[in-house]
Nanobody, 122 residues
Framework: QVQVVESGGGLVQPGGSLRLSCAASGSIFSIGAMDWYRQDPGKQRELVATITGAGSTNYADSVKGRFTISRDNAKNTVYLQMNSLKPEDTAVYYC????????????????WGQGTQVTVSS
């Protein structure tokens, strides 16, 4: 079993910053990509940022230059530093980890966290 837990959401004023964390734990053999998605009620979940196991990153156009994704492989943790936040960044942010478990080392499955609310408002 693999658990993925996000933390760090909250309420922030426009122009402010937040740092989200996501830790994967359990029967982990290897972790590939780790991603952050977000979803507003009534909208589709959208990819915000992704980082590969080798550290390559990619961002949605709407967050380029404002958000930074990073990871600590020793801690099985991914971070999302969010600066210059805007009201349109308000959403539930979800972490996804692509994991090969100790029971199935050659096959990767995706595991999702429960989400953390980010609200940008004055």
């Amino acid at each position: 079993q693999v658990q993925v837990v996000e933390s760090g959401g909250g309420l922030v004023q426009p122009g402010g910053s937040l740092r989200l964390s996501c830790a994967a734990s359990g029967s982990i053999f290897s972790i590939g990509a780790m991603d952050w998605y977000r979803q507003d009620p009534g909208k589709q979940r959208e990819l915000v940022a992704t980082i590969t196991g080798a550290g390559s990153t990619n961002y949605a156009d709407s967050v380029k230059g404002r958000f930074t994704i990073s990871r600590d492989n020793a801690k099985n943790t991914v971070y999302l530093q969010m600066n210059s936040l805007k009201p349109e960044d308000t959403a539930v942010y979800y972490c996804r980890a692509v994991v090969a478990t100790s029971q199935s080392t050659a096959v990767f499955f995706q595991y999702w966290g429960q989400g953390t609310q980010v609200t940008v408002s004055s």
